[in-house]
Antibody, heavy 118, light 106 residues
Framework: EVQVVESGGGLIQPGGSLRVSCAAS????????MSWVRQAPGKGLEWVSV???????FYADSVKGRFIISRDSSKNTLSLQMNSLREEDAAVYHC????????????WGQGTLVTVSS | EIQMTQSPSTLSASVGDRVTITCRAS??????LAWYQQKPGKVPKVLIY???NLESGVPSRFSGSGSGTEFTLTISSLQPDDFAIYYC?????????FGQGTKVEI
């Protein structure tokens, strides 16, 4: 069964750094197209970043230069290093495995909550 | 960035009603559009992909149509379990964008 489980969220002050991770099972993170999508409390969905199987990475303008997506094939995990955090980065961060055969998503994790507040 | 605009933002309906939600893209996305349903505290669930394909396990009262820039999600007969927020999503580019959501309420 394809599954992703996020961890690492928490309370962080503005300007701080935090790393959230996603443990994958049932598939290889390195062979997949993986994204982070966030949802601020009571708000809509926002794509944050993607890493392709070939290693190319892309970011939303709102996080470019501050966030870094990466993966560890030995641990089969995906990570998002978040630096210079702002209050507007507060959200639930979901790890998402892109789908195949025309489907957008294969698996969408429950998410990890990041709170940015002084 | 491709902008996705949903209408209406809120929809009041009754059980048994036929419900239609519209999603408009700022440029052509061919058929690379998905519809999601989200309930409070839950992860978004894919209902429709590639504009008109029903995801496995989703009831047949849900249907999607459209291509290019105009898309529609229809619920043929609203059921109590369908009261939720619905989002459209374009995935023609790596930088997915979502509509702002449509809340279907009683």
């Amino acid at each position: 069964e394809v599954q992703v489980v996020e961890s690492g969220g928490g309370l962080i002050q503005p300007g701080g750094s935090l790393r959230v991770s996603c443990a994958a099972s049932g598939f290889s993170v390195s062979s997949s197209y993986m994204s982070w999508v966030r949802q601020a409390p009571g708000k809509g969905l926002e794509w944050v970043s993607v890493i392709y199987s070939g290693g190319s990475t892309f970011y939303a303008d709102s996080v470019k230069g501050r966030f870094i997506i990466s993966r560890d094939s030995s641990k089969n995990t995906l990570s998002l290093q978040m630096n210079s955090l702002r209050e507007e980065d507060a959200a639930v961060y979901h790890c998402v495995k892109a789908g195949g055969s025309g489907r957008p998503v294969d698996s969408w994790g429950q998410g990890t909550l990041v709170t940015v507040s002084s | 960035e491709i902008q996705m605009t949903q209408s209406p933002s809120t929809l009041s309906a009754s059980v048994g009603d036929r419900v239609t939600i519209t999603c408009r893209a700022s440029q052509s996305i061919s058929s690379w559009l998905a519809w999601y349903q989200q309930k409070p505290g839950k992860v978004p669930k894919v209902l429709i992909y590639k504009a008109s394909n029903l995801e496995s396990g989703v009831p047949s009262r849900f249907s999607g149509s459209g291509s290019g820039t105009e898309f529609t999600l229809t619920i043929s007969s609203l059921q109590p379990d369908d009261f939720a927020i619905y989002y459209c999503q374009q995935y023609i580019t790596y930088s997915w964008t979502f509509g702002q959501g449509t809340k279907v309420e009683i």
